[in-house]
């Protein structure tokens, strides 16, 4: 009888089932950090795109944003009563 070389039919079920249980738990993270860097990218380029229509508004129009702090309140409802003539102010974001 000649001697063969291979792996048995349980050891490569025991190998499968080991990368699958590695497999469950690593993959949630990195679609997490994924989705994470989605986000954090988008949210860089809206705050880029803002920046850049605020400062072609000040180019445009000749308007300074240097003096339209506004100090928010903690709810909705009192920045709608502070701020009546603005029906979307800063504040009521």
Do not use: W
């Amino acid at each position: 009888m000649t001697k063969r070389f291979g792996f048995t039919l349980a050891e490569v079920l025991i190998t499968l089932g080991i990368i699958g249980v590695v497999a469950a738990m690593t993959i949630p993270t990195l679609i997490s950090n994924t989705n994470g860097a989605k986000f954090r990218s988008q949210f860089k380029k809206t705050l880029s795109t803002l920046n850049q229509a605020g400062l072609m508004s000040q180019a445009q129009y000749d308007f300074d944003y240097a003096g339209t702090t506004v100090k928010c309140s903690d709810t909705v409802e009192n920045a709608a009563i502070e701020h009546p003539d603005s029906t979307m102010s800063f504040c009521a974001i």
